[in-house]
C-alpha cells in the first residue's frame, strides 16, 4: 500500500502541489527467490468465506522476474505507456538484429549465432518504485 501511495503521489517536474501524476503500477518486479511468493499474493485461487480476508492484490500486477535481481529487493513498475521509464539504445550502425550462420558440410547441421549491440538508458525514475525493506 506504502508503494502505490508513494508512486500515485509524485509530481510533474515543476513540483506544484496540485500537479500529482496518480502513476498506477501494473508490474511487480522480484527477484528469482520471490517468484513463489510473489505468484501466492497475486493468486485468484483462494476462495474466503468472509469479506475480510479477500485478497485485495488477486491479480492486481503482472509479475516479472529476473535472476540478476538482488535478493530481497522488489518493485512496482508502470506501464511504459503511461510514463517513460527507460529506453533501449543500440550502437550507431548496428540497429537490431544481426545474425550469422554456419553450415556444417558433414552433418548438414545450420549453426546460427545472434547478436545486438544495445544499451538501456533510465529516462524517468517517477515510474518505479523499489521497496525500503530491500538491502
Known sequence: SKARIAMSRHRG???????????SPSYLVVPIEMLTEAQQLMSNAFSPNEQGKIN?????????????????AWYLAAKPDFIDIAEMLYLEGNKGIRTESQVDFNTSSLRI??????????LDYRGLYKNSLAK
Open 13 to 23: 517536474l515543476d513540483k506544484r502541489e496540485s500537479d500529482y501524476l496518480d502513476i
Open 56 to 72: 485485495i492484490f488477486a491479480g492486481a500486477y503482472t509479475i516479472i522476474t529476473d535472476p540478476r535481481l538482488a535478493e530481497g
Open 113 to 122: 549465432k545472434a547478436t545486438m549491440d544495445v544499451g538501456c538508458k533510465i
